[in-house]
């Protein structure tokens, strides 16, 4: 898998609601990537001890109670991003986060280097669902009678964190046919924006890997 662009400002990650342990082990699995993600450590009252672009939460934790989950919200009312940072990914679980605001939903299980790539596309505006399955790259899911077999691959890319110019890269299709099956999709599922796009994926079994290299094309 190729790297990143080292040039750019690394994207300010922060882990809350976690003990020491979990913390610490957090930012050690990080370090070596320190040029693409800045691991912020928590504040003697459990905040960000400085301003972040993301903050990582277990909202999905069997013991998060409501009043954790409002915290995390609140860590991020300076225009952070809060990201399901979990070992439970169940896809109805992962529903639930997405409905809730979450920018993605991401398995604790994930190798350090899948991490970066899934925290940089979530900085840059994407919402992104790395369960840690590790499947067939080439498989998709069947054809439902809903959709037809391409826009059932075009929305399984999406669900996967896909960009429109990396969807006609796999897909082998011009950027303009993307976009025409994508508005036809979008008209049978019911939705309007990427985010319900990406959630209706979920709920309807298009949930697979995120994809090594989706964060690194434009």
Request: proline share 7%; net charge neutral.
């Amino acid at each position: 898998m190729n790297e990143s662009p080292s040039h750019h400002t690394p994207v300010r990650v922060a882990l809350v609601h976690e003990c020491e342990l979990v913390t610490r082990g957090f930012a050690d699995m990080l370090a070596p990537f320190a040029h693409r993600v800045t691991v912020i450590p928590p504040g003697p009252d459990g905040r960000p001890a400085a301003e972040v672009d993301l903050v990582l939460f277990d909202s999905l934790a069997p013991s998060v109670t409501t009043a954790r989950r409002h915290d995390a919200a609140r860590h991020s009312g300076d225009g952070a991003r809060v990201v399901t940072y979990t070992w439970n990914p169940r896809p109805d679980l992962v529903q639930l986060a997405l409905a809730d605001g979450a920018g993605g939903c991401l398995a604790k299980s994930l190798p350090a280097r899948d991490l970066v790539v899934a925290l940089e596309a979530i900085h840059r505006g994407r919402i992104v669902v790395d369960c840690g399955t590790r499947t067939n790259r080439g498989r998709r899911p069947a054809p439902s009678t809903l959709l037809t077999p391409r826009e059932a691959e075009v929305v399984s890319l999406i669900t996967q964190g896909f960009d429109n110019f990396s969807i006609a890269r796999e897909s082998c299709l011009s950027i303009n046919s993307v976009k025409t099956y994508i508005r036809t999709a979008y008209r049978k599922m019911g939705v309007t924006t990427r985010s319900q796009a990406v959630l209706w994926g979920v709920r309807n079994g298009y949930l697979d890997e995120f994809p090594e290299d989706a964060a690194l094309t434009g």
